[in-house]
């Protein structure tokens, strides 16, 4: 498969992905749907901005990146057939890794969050706090009544930070796999650029 090709079927499928960490980050100011009185009252982690940030902006310049591989201009580079598309391709492993970095960050930050729980109002003692530990919740639901508001928080922010830990996890991927094939792109030139300079063969 032609390396230009390839790069733009993983930034085809980064873009609903980056969509997905950007709404589900968005969604965690809202725990169960609604507005809160006080921000103090959110789990940190949703300040942590993982899938704004790492999931979504940094994960917009990569994929924007690769869809635009297939057709880069590849023949005005110092007169050299492949020296455009190769840098091109150079260029996109770079990018891979922000990208990587970047999911890595949201991945990071929502495991930490499911395995701490949601911050709320504990009914033990009244106050506002992390009820649960090291993921002891996830196996017991019936711990989940400790937190009184906001209501339905738990379920809530482990929905979405499972979503932004699946993303997250699946961008990881295929930025490791464009890094690669951006390295190959690199090294051994892309069929694309036969076709677009009128080559005879692979650069």
């Known amino acids: 498969m032609c390396t230009g090709s390839c790069a733009k079927c993983l930034g085809g499928t980064l873009i609903p992905l980056t969509v997905f960490s950007l709404l589900a980050n968005i969604l965690l ?4 749907g609604k507005v809160i009185d006080n921000k103090d009252h959110l789990s940190d982690e949703v300040w942590y901005f993982g899938g704004i940030l790492g999931g979504g902006v940094l994960m917009i310049f990569p994929a924007l990146v690769f869809l635009g591989l ?8 110092c007169g050299n057939e492949g020296c455009g598309k190769r840098f091109a ?3 996109s492993t770079i990018f891979a890794v922000i990208g990587f970095l970047g999911a890595g960050y949201s991945f990071i930050t929502s495991a930490i969050s499911i395995n701490k729980g949601p911050k709320c109002l504990m009914g033990n003692n009244d106050t506002w706090g992390y009820p649960f530990q090291d993921g002891d919740y996830l196996s017991n639901e019936g711990l989940w009544s400790q937190c009184l508001k906001p209501k339905e928080v738990v379920p809530w922010n482990l929905t979405l930070f499972s979503i ?3 993303t997250g996890g699946v961008q990881m991927i295929l930025c490791a796999i464009q890094v690669v094939n951006g390295l190959l792109g690199t090294l051994c030139g892309d069929c694309q650029c036969c076709g677009c300079c009128g080559g005879d063969g692979a650069v």
């Open 164 to 166: 932004l830990l699946i």
């Open 89 to 91: 391709m150079f260029t």
């Open 70 to 77: 297939k057709n880069n201009d590849c023949c005005g580079c």
């Open 29 to 32: 100011f809202f725990p169960g």
